[in-house]
């Protein structure tokens, strides 16, 4: 029995409310031991519900991700710090971070801090199908395309997007989650402080926003490959 025939056997089953320990009972009743594994059944009928067995990318199956600096102290925005300057002064500075080198974001740091984390949430929220199926969307930064981060994402079984390098602005975490934290921020003392502020800032969006983010990124998706990876944002 080929697999596409077992995998239409247990949709067909599925849909009539058996559990995956029911299917895969009869179906090694009727075809012996090793026609198909529990956990494999179970696989494929976590992926029915959304139609991933057909081979498209449900939005569950992609993760966007990038990283940004976020200060104990309030920092304007780039139009906030705009200001008129007379032709014979000079533009002020405003300085925005001061950070020791061996704190600075590089492959070890996105790997270790970031990806390894969201390996063991993929892992929680997924018992099943853990890292199958995911696709990664960040952005061309140094430290991503870094052979440290390249090799254990390929270790994990995670799937990069490709990123266009004149579309720096493509995931939602560039163009909208970001500053939309940042404008609720003030200046705090420390930093399980400010972590603990944009924790309940993060939890409080409303799930409506990311729906909204999420039609937005799959336009400007849209937009970037009628542009063939060239500078777009300046249509939207």
Known sequence: MNKLCIRSYIKTRWLLGLTAAQIHDELTAAYGQGVVSYSTAAHWMDRFPSGRESG?????????????????????SKQESKAWVAKEESASTEVRRQVPSETSINAMYYRDECLKDLVKMLHKKRPLSTTNHIKLHHDNAQPHMNDIVV?????????????????????????WLFNCLKRTLDTYPNTTSLAN????????LPIQEYQKTFQKWTERMKLCIEHRGDYFEHLL
């Open 56 to 76: 498209a990318w449900p939005l569950c199956d992609i993760v966007l991700g990038d990283e940004s600096w976020f200060y104990h102290r309030k920092i304007k």
């Open 151 to 175: 090799n254990y994402l390929q270790e994990e079984k995670i799937n990069v997007m490709a990123h266009p390098p004149y579309s720096l602005d493509l995931a939602p975490s560039d163009f």
């Open 197 to 204: 502020t944009l924790s309940k800032e993060l939890n409080s």
